[in-house]
């Protein structure tokens, strides 16, 4: 369900149900001639979409305004729009702090840009990631206390934690593609892998009469096929299903 048409009484519901609540993250980036600018968000959102069709969640609004640098190309002419990490680091605290805040303990983001090594981070998801914990850090001292940690109550921290109940986990960051989907699937920038996933997730969006051979990173775009883009998007949607079932335990 999309965030922005819940009334209060469903909101209400999906936290006491610990519904997921997903932000869709990208950035605004040239992928060619052939490919929209918007694409790595556009794969996030249409892979969520599909799996709302399969169980109860919230589809926050998608953030495109990310830092996608310009290492690919001048923004004179290309549509990259880039917003430095200094300046996105601000705006995810606020909006995960009025999260918290509402009531949610399920959030999670996922985001398809720059993630090839997600473990050590990108500046896009590493301003949302320090975001998260900074906004769970001051919640949790301001409803609890300053030494709310080393409080005897919580002695049993390490056991709730090894059972899942872990407050850290109140926001959880997630690339798009799995270092185990990315062993089976071409992890490109607007090549055959990405050409790919739009032809299965948003073809309208895709015109390769217009692809332009000239840049080394897109001319494997005509290999790309919607039956790959079948397959990535079937390993995408598992991978999903088992990162919001391991925190929905």
């Known amino acids: 369900m999309r965030y922005e048409l819940m009334r209060p009484s469903q909101i209400r519901q999906a936290i006491a149900e610990k519904w997921p609540a997903i932000l869709p993250l990208g950035v605004l980036e040239y992928h060619g001639e052939h490919l929209p600018v918007g694409m790595d968000t556009l794969a996030v959102v249409k892979a969520v979409e599909l799996l ?13 305004y990310g830092a996608a640098s310009y290492a690919v190309a001048l923004a004179e002419g290309s549509g990259t729009i880039h917003v430095d990490s200094s300046e996105l680091l601000p705006f995810a605290k606020g909006l995960f702090r009025s999260l918290l ?7 999670h983001f996922f985001i398809h840009h720059q993630t090839e090594n997600f473990a050590a981070g990108m500046p896009t998801d590493l301003a949302f990631k320090l975001a998260a914990r900074q906004a769970i850090m001051e919640f949790l001292e301001k409803e609890r206390g300053e030494g709310w940690w080393g409080n005897n109550n919580m002695a049993d921290y390490y056991a709730r934690q090894s059972a899942g109940d872990d407050p850290f986990n109140w926001i959880q960051g997630h690339p798009l ?8 699937y071409p992890f ?5 892998g990405e050409t790919s996933l739009m032809m299965a997730l948003c073809p309208e969006t895709v015109e390769m009469k217009l692809h332009d051979p000239k840049a080394w990173y897109t001319r494997s775009a005509t290999k790309a096929s919607k039956e ?5 998007v079937r390993m995408i949607l598992e991978a999903m299903r088992k990162a919001l079932q391991r925190r929905a335990s």
């Open 228 to 232: 790959l883009g079948d397959k990535g």
């Open 52 to 64: 709302e069709n399969e169980m109860p969640l919230i589809i926050l609004p998608p953030f495109y």
């Open 177 to 184: 593609m799995t270092p185990g989907i990315i062993a089976q």
């Open 101 to 107: 805040r509402i009531g949610f303990r399920n959030i």
């Open 188 to 192: 490109d920038h607007a090549g055959e």
